[in-house]
């Protein structure tokens, strides 16, 4: 089983607070930025042949220096993104049409990943991957260790107590079968339709495909407010201790 990725990278960190519009995927995380910690990942998954990487246009040289740097030979095309994040995956997915198109090989799945999640694992993406092939479509998931509630009529009260033994939180690297992802993202285009995430796309267009439930542990967190930095670095220094032990 083969997989091509889309890293999404063009956040800014408006939640993170930083300074001159500086993006939350070069903040350092164990003396590497969060986006070296997503590509190496990837880069070190078994399953994945090849890595496109959307983010903002300023950015670009430094990303690409950053992959050199690294070493990363698995990137393909580091490229600008769009208004909103469907934008940018939509860009990175007309660049593998063509080299579908140009190469004549289909991959068994397309992974979307959001670049400040810089702590999913590469035997995971690997399982994603064959999950994805199978099913059509999986995505990693955690169950909320909160209580959800939902708003009530007013903003002010709580209405109804959700059944948290029915809920997952979603997470990425999401996997599709190809075909069904690029339609998916085509007839959004056509609508003009936004959704948060490629898993409801397709089920908006694809309402008979059923999305494979994979989950997680805790670790696979997105970097977004600034308390997350700390957090981060916590969750690698354990990663980093449990592959000791095993090794």
């Known amino acids: 089983m083969k997989s091509l990725v889309i890293i999404a990278a063009s956040g800014v960190g408006k939640r993170m607070k930083l300074e001159g519009g500086m993006s939350k995927q070069m ?13 190496k990942a990837f880069e070190d998954a078994s399953t994945v042949e090849g890595i496109y990487i959307a983010t903002k246009a300023d950015s670009i040289a430094q990303l690409e220096e950053l992959i050199e740097r690294h070493g990363f030979r698995k990137v393909r095309a580091v490229i600008e993104g769009g208004k909103e994040r469907q934008d940018s995956i939509g860009n990175c997915i007309a660049l593998i049409e063509a080299d579908i198109s140009d190469s004549g090989k289909m ?4 992974l979307v990943h959001d670049g400040a999640r810089p702590f999913i694992q590469p035997e995971e993406i690997d399982d994603i991957t064959r999950l994805s092939a199978q099913y059509g479509a999986c995505v990693p998931a955690t169950r909320p260790k909160d209580t959800i509630k939902y708003i009530g009529s007013t903003p002010e009260v709580f209405g109804e107590t959700l059944d948290r033994s029915r809920l ?11 075909e069904k992802l690029i339609e998916a993202h085509r007839m959004a285009r056509d609508e003009q339709w ?11 267009f694809f309402p008979e ?20 930095v700390f957090l981060a670095e916590a969750i690698l220094a354990g990663l980093k201790r449990k592959r000791q032990k095993s090794n």
């Open 194 to 204: 936004y959704a948060t995430d490629d898993a409801a796309l397709v089920e908006r």
């Open 107 to 110: 991959p068994d799945a397309i």
């Open 168 to 178: 997952l939180q979603v997470q990425t690297p999401q996997g599709f079968a190809p």
């Open 27 to 39: 903040l350092e995380i164990g003396g590497m930025p969060v986006i070296a910690h997503t590509i």
């Open 209 to 228: 495909q059923g999305i494979r439930i994979y989950e997680t542990d805790y670790h696979n967190i997105k970097i977004t407010t600034p308390e997350d």
